[in-house]
């Protein structure tokens, strides 16, 4: 990994209504402008519906103001509640239609489409089990879509509060090393590290290959901070074990999407 890691934002694709707070807060266009006004390399480029994207307006966007397309994001596809897991047929059936679309739309583009909380929860009672099973059967469908447009897909361990299903980093790299699916990866968070307790720079170490993209959230999952001793373990560690993914800030808008988008990258760029 260079001295200058490839950065990239979270923003909402053009046609994405519900909401995105970790993401820019701005209409796509002027999200673009400002992100690459402030020096960032790329976008994740959140969506809702999938087969309602233009991959080519897409490209052509990001190409206007210098970016590239770093990954497609899924996590508003599940805002009526489309879920892997969901106890209701229809709503897992729209989930598996909308993410094996954002597989495709990938493909198109070329980048990782990451899979987070629209692989939903379990109800922790008695159909716990068989809602694990269709979550993982979900899984391997999307990254089937995923390998057949020569991408691949990142699952990101998500902590307790967002879901029951691969919450941290050993839970995940073990389904994904059962499935043995050579479409399957990991995006690894760092609030979601933080939050059930996995080392970050440790989980860079034993992730190698099966790591795709990391994302970055300060303390209180807002915009990075100074000095922050975490921080510096983790880039020495991308770095020494050569990842050359994506490093995509995903946090709360604080105290407003310019602000919040400058600090962090200065911090991420400052000297470690």
């Known amino acids: 990994m260079s001295p200058s890691p490839r950065v990239a934002h979270t923003v909402a694709s053009p046609e994405c209504r519900a909401p995105v707070p ?32 233009d ?16 990954a497609v994001g899924t996590g508003p596809v599940g805002h009526d509640g489309a879920a ?12 598996r239609a909308r993410l094996t679309s954002a597989a495709r739309l990938a493909g ?22 068989r809602q694990r099973a269709w979550a993982v059967r979900g899984i391997e469908e999307v990254a089937d879509a995923a390998g057949a447009a020569g991408v691949r897909l990142l699952l990101e361990p998500q902590e307790p509060g967002t879901t029951d299903l691969f ?20 995006v690894l968070d760092t609030h979601h590290m933080a939050a059930v307790g996995d080392d970050p720079a440790e989980s860079v ?20 901070a100074p000095g922050e001793p975490g921080l510096a373990r983790l880039l ?29 990258l200065a911090c991420l760029r400052a000297p470690q």
């Open 205 to 224: 170490r034993a992730a190698r290959g099966l790591l795709g993209e990391v994302q970055l959230a300060g303390p209180d999952r807002g915009p990075l």
């Open 167 to 186: 919450t941290d980093f050993a839970e995940a790299r073990e389904l994904l090393e059962r499935l043995g699916h050579e479409a399957l990866g990991l």
């Open 236 to 264: 020495h560690e991308l770095e020494r074990t050569g990842f050359a993914g994506w490093l995509v800030m995903e946090h709360r808008q604080l105290p407003d999407s310019p602000t919040a988008a400058r600090r962090s």
């Open 108 to 129: 198109r583009l070329g980048v990782p489409v990451t899979l987070g909380r629209s692989r939903g929860r379990t109800d922790g009672g008695r159909l716990a089990e």
């Open 55 to 70: 991959p080519a307006a897409l490209e052509a966007a990001s190409r206007r103001h210098g970016l590239a397309v770093a």
């Open 84 to 95: 892997l897991a969901s106890p209701d047929p229809a709503a897992r059936a729209r989930a």
């Open 22 to 53: 970790l993401g820019y807060a701005a209409p796509f266009e002027r999200a673009l402008a400002e992100l690459a006004a402030l020096g960032y390399d790329g976008v994740e480029i959140q969506v809702q519906d999938p087969e309602r994207v």
